[in-house]
């Protein structure tokens, strides 16, 4: 039996002062929700049709019956539950359904398809996936789950430059990890405007 391929984007409520609160610091609150909007939209219709995964939504807060339209109801929901961002990822890997295992976040205006099929592509042969990002972190964390789901979260300062080090580090000296391409956020004013000039 084949197993199905699981892609997560985890998503935050859209609400206004709880999404990009870095960016929003920089460019106001009314534009980093735009943003958000923006970015999230186009993620979900890119990903969610491809027939090679199943698409979650892993939502924070965790309440499920919260259906802006921006997230297309065939899309399976689940919680992220609480705790930091690392029991979050954590906690999704160990309860989705048995088979490889993709996350990402809402708010990377580069992933396409060919990211994500290829992070599974690269599954096949590595236990664990990663897309890294310039600062030092990752825009994509993924793992085989089989035979067991690592433990890569533990002691992992996150949303900072030494993430995906200590994510790697708790794979242990020989980590059988694989890259996909390198992709940012739009964390800085820099970014965002970047991110208009080119959208």
């Known amino acids: 039996m084949k197993l199905r391929r699981h892609l997560v984007v985890m998503v935050r409520a859209p609400q206004m002062g709880r999404v990009k ?19 999230s939209e186009r993620l979900l219709r890119c990903l969610s049709r491809d027939p090679r995964w199943t698409t979650w939504l892993a939502v924070t807060p965790d309440v499920i ?3 802006p339209r921006l997230w297309p109801k065939r899309i399976r929901r689940m919680t992220q539950g ?9 906690r999704i890997l160990r309860v989705l359904p048995p088979g490889p295992a993709v996350i990402v976040g809402s708010d990377i205006p580069g992933i396409e398809a060919r990211h994500v099929a290829l992070a599974f592509r ?14 030092g972190g990752y825009w994509l ?10 433990d890569l979260f533990g002691n992992v300062r996150l949303s900072g430059e030494h993430a995906l080090a200590d994510t790697l580090a708790n794979l ?5 990890a694989a890259f996909v391409e390198m992709l940012s956020d739009v964390d800085r004013p820099e970014d965002y405007r970047d991110w208009k000039r080119n959208s």
């Open 82 to 90: 609480g705790g930091d961002l690392g029991a979050r990822m954590d």
């Open 21 to 39: 609160r870095r960016l929003a610091r920089d460019i106001d609150a009314v534009r980093a929700l735009r943003f958000y909007h923006v970015c």
């Open 65 to 67: 019956r919260f259906r």
């Open 172 to 176: 242990g000296a020989d980590p059988d």
């Open 122 to 135: 690269l599954l096949g042969s590595h236990h664990t996936v990663f897309g890294p990002a310039a600062d």
């Open 141 to 150: 964390v993924g793992a085989r789950r089989f035979p067991r789901c690592p």
